[in-house]
């Protein structure tokens, strides 16, 4: 098939393919289903993000402590 396919319909021909429609009841299932799943990726996405927040802010403090001189780099 065509890269350009969609350049190479007119309007009409793109509008008289037929593409499946479940019933409502579905589509609102499928609706819900996603909406559950997003919400379970968001929840995810910011644990992760409050994660990388406290080891940015403990990298700081650690660079802190040693710049300070309140800990020593160890000699190897």
């Not at 593409?19 to 609706?31: H, L, R, S, T, W």
């Not at 909406?35 to 992760?48: H, P, Q, R």
Request: with cysteine; glycine share 4%; proline share 5%.
């Amino acid at each position: 098939m065509a890269k350009n396919l969609r350049h190479s319909l007119t309007e009409d021909q793109l509008g008289a393919i037929k593409a499946p429609k479940p019933p409502y009841d579905e589509q609102v299932e499928i609706a819900n289903y996603l909406d559950a799943k997003c919400e379970e990726i968001n929840a995810i996405i910011g644990e992760k993000a409050l994660q990388l927040e406290t080891l940015e802010e403990y990298k700081k403090s650690f660079i802190f402590e040693y710049v300070t001189g309140k800990k020593e780099v160890p000699s190897t």
